[in-house]
């Protein structure tokens, strides 16, 4: 081949590549165009990744800006395009409960995590839809019941009080503020390991578990490039210990709860139904009850567990700030506890005094509607759907329904942290409940949310009475930044000190889980 010649065909291959890539790109901007149709969204995005710069770099900007977009028109939502796929952003309630009521095969896939299925397996309970769903969800359900929540109550105070003992110490060790977002991760991990395996989780297994489970955090947040060594494959490795763990403490617990003894944690709660079914299946012939095998409780409760971690601690963060800065709700808090329960007394809030605990009760809830801790719920569109007579969300489109600004639409004054409209005289919770979407909608809806919001009154009763704080406060502290559940952007920097006497003496942990 004559240089010439070589030239000019190096020269003719880059015009065609050149001419592929503006065809691509042209394309690409004719499918979004159509999809986007005549709603709300940039008009031009930007090749290939489309607007996945601005989301990574500040998500509570992008997700305002979408927000404006939605609110610019009657419609209620919004576009944009994120590396390849088309998105739909909701504000508007009524649609928002559409998607989430239209979780089915040929409808919307509830999407917990975009590599979720990638590290929690096809079978997580996330992904589960239809009969098999609803049969899991009512195996669930004995987990929570009154007796059950009062068990916890116990364990989760002893945990609370041991965390904000160290917080205290920690805080008064150093002439500057500490962050409370990894020491109240680190107190949820210990109370979620305590709760659902209590007795079965000895000490150093809890070591490897946290260990693992911190591996798995790291993973969470890194693309899914599946190589020794990579982060998200020791997260997989790990999780797959993490259920591995999780299997041995179903099978000692069924073991115990085969002798007859009293449940003291979640999972026994769980392994008394599921042994009075397999025992009813043997009766009759039938074959063994489904979700029954220690590897499927297993992973099942690893599902629960990661729940009950970044969402708990969102809540418990805002309520921190929302309390320093709305000192007459903190008062109000203060009086209410101090009626109920003493620190001086050495014993536990019973069941009984939380529920006395209403106005804080109504504080807690407020917390969660203020600031949700997962503002956005993406689904996938399995198939097209109808969104409104108007248009139609094309196939494979993600679909974000937002329970932030559901939270601030029907409420009287829905700017304003204000505790009183959960009252029994106002009753807004009843009055907006179509508005309340913090525990999401339909079959998905949290099943452990009355787990969640006990955590979040006693957390609140606790670091209210017995500790005295003040927020390290600077310009833009309280704006919200996505981690990826929201929290204050300082990470709530605070000031703490022991206000009680003394702290209460609980009876040991030990002695609750035997």
Same mark, same amino acid.
């Given at each position: ?40 969204? $940039? ?22 800006? /979408? ?101 205290? *110490? ?49 993973? %969470? ?99 921190? *700030? ?49 600031? $949700? ?56 919770? /009843? ?20 787990? *969640? %919001? ?41 000031? %703490? ?9 609980? $009876? ?7």
């Amino acid at each position: 081949m004559t240089p010439l010649l070589s030239s000019f065909s190096l020269t003719t291959i880059a015009s065609y590549l050149v001419c592929f890539i503006l065809l691509l790109i042209l394309l690409e901007q004719i499918s979004y165009l159509l999809k986007k149709a005549s709603i709300p969204g $940039p008009s031009f995005v930007f090749p290939f990744l489309g607007n996945a710069v601005p989301l990574v770099r500040n998500p509570t900007t992008f997700w305002d800006l /979408q927000s404006s977009l939605a609110k610019s028109t009657p419609l209620g939502f919004s576009a944009n395009y994120i590396i390849g796929n088309f998105i739909v952003f909701i504000r508007d309630t009524e649609l928002s409960h559409k998607v989430f009521a239209n979780v089915r095969p040929n409808a919307f896939h509830l999407v917990g995590h975009p590599f979720g299925k990638k590290l929690f397996g096809e079978h997580n309970l996330i992904y589960m839809m239809g009969q098999e769903h609803k049969n899991l969800r009512r195996r669930i359900a004995p987990n929570f019941t009154p007796k059950a929540l009062s068990t916890y109550t116990a364990l989760q105070q002893i945990i609370i009080l041991d965390h904000l003992k160290s917080w205290v *110490a920690k805080s008064q060790a150093q002439t500057n503020s500490i962050p409370l977002r990894i020491l109240a991760r680190d107190m949820n991990l210990d109370t979620s390991q305590t709760v659902f395996v209590g007795p079965y989780l000895g000490l150093k297994a809890r070591e490897r578990f946290e260990r693992d489970y911190f591996l798995f955090n790291v993973g %969470l947040m890194k693309l899914p490039i599946d190589f020794p060594g990579t982060a998200f494959r020791n997260a997989r490795l790990a999780v797959d210990r993490l259920i591995e763990t999780l299997a041995t403490c179903t099978e000692m617990s069924k073991t115990r709860m085969q002798k007859g003894e009293e449940p003291s944690c979640l999972i026994d709660y769980w392994m008394q139904e599921t042994l009075r079914e397999i025992e009813e299946a043997k009766l009759t012939g039938e074959p063994a009850a489904p979700f029954s095998t220690d590897a499927e409780i297993g992973g099942y409760l690893f599902d629960f567990l990661f729940a009950a971690q970044d969402a708990s601690t969102s809540s418990l963060l805002w309520a921190v *700030a929302l309390l320093d800065s709305h000192p007459e709700v903190l008062a109000k808090v203060r009086a209410e506890v101090a009626a109920a329960w003493s620190p001086e007394s050495n014993e536990l809030i019973t069941a009984d005094m939380l529920r006395e605990m209403k106005y804080t009760q109504a504080v807690a809830r407020e917390v969660v509607r203020f600031r $949700p801790p997962a503002t956005l719920v993406p689904h996938i569109a399995a198939e097209k759907f109808a969104l409104t007579e108007s248009y139609t969300i094309p196939k494979g489109s993600i679909v974000f329904p937002s329970a932030l600004e559901s939270s601030f639409q029907g409420f009287t004054e829905p700017e304003r942290f204000d505790p009183e409209r959960f009252s029994e005289e106002r009753q807004e919770d /009843q009055i907006f409940k179509r508005n309340f979407l913090a525990f999401g909608a339909g079959p998905h809806q949290c099943v452990g949310q009355r787990y *969640a %919001l006990n955590h979040l009154v006693l957390f609140i009763a606790l670091f209210a009475t017995l500790l005295d704080f003040k927020r390290d406060r600077t310009d833009g502290c309280d704006d919200i930044a996505y981690v990826p559940t929201i929290c204050p952007k300082d990470d709530c920097r605070v000031f %703490l000190s022991q206000r009680c006497t003394q702290y209460p003496s609980f $009876p040991a942990l030990q002695d609750l889980v035997k």
